[in-house]
């Protein structure tokens, strides 16, 4: 096994003080795994409440206060695009680091999303099978009201993007990269959408490989729209409107079967 890295989890957030808790839970809770495992050194998780009119930055701030890893929380209200945000979140904690001689991963997610308890064990474990810089990993929908029309044209759209050693899919809120290929690139862009699909655009074209395994999932909130416009959320949107007037169920899968 690979010697322990140190990572750093960071979290944008903008109005969602009913979604923390569960998000930065579900971060300790990988955390912990990874150590246990002997996966991670030290860690610390930071959350960015982006222009927030709610609770969510005391919310966070009591619940890693509380939790058995070392956390930060900051108000960000100069950021002007969710690029901005992600980058300036690591850049800051970054800044929280020593000059320990370990490797360092940055993990993202979202703050609306819950990651699985070997999130951060299985991705590194397969990062340093297969000599990858970046893993891009899949998001499962939670509480999506839409059409089995509507749900069906999603997995369409999933099982598109599937190939054999992997997919095609970027989501920022499963994107765990290296730290010194972070850095190499340039970090993610100052752009208003699309910020995870461009870093790893970036970070293929610099010759950094990117690996794109159908596990771990995390799950995201199936809200419509979504904080980001032009996002999952406005997709989403966009599917549900095809298909007006047809009744709404959540408890299809939205994962693609795999064999």
Known sequence: MASPVDVLVAVPAHDEQDHIDACLNSVVEAVARARAEGVVADAVVGVAAHRCSDRTAALAGRLLAESSVEGAVWEDWTSETVGEVRDRAIRRLTGRWGSGQRQRWVFNTDADSIAPVDWITTCLRLAHASGSSAVAGLVELLDWEASPQARHDYRRILASGLHTTGHTHVY??????????????????????????????????????????????????????????????????????????QTAVTDLPLVPETT
């Open 172 to 245: 920022g809120a499963n994107l765990a990269i290296r730290m010194d290929a972070y850095a190499a690139v340039g970090g993610f862009p100052a752009v208003l959408h699309g910020e995870d699909q461009a870093i790893v655009q970036r970070l293929r074209r610099a010759g950094h490989p990117v690996l794109t395994p159908l596990q771990p999932v995390v799950r995201t909130s199936g809200r419509m729209p979504g904080r980001a416009s032009h996002g999952l959320g406005a997709l989403l949107q966009t599917l549900v409107g095809q298909h007006v007037g």
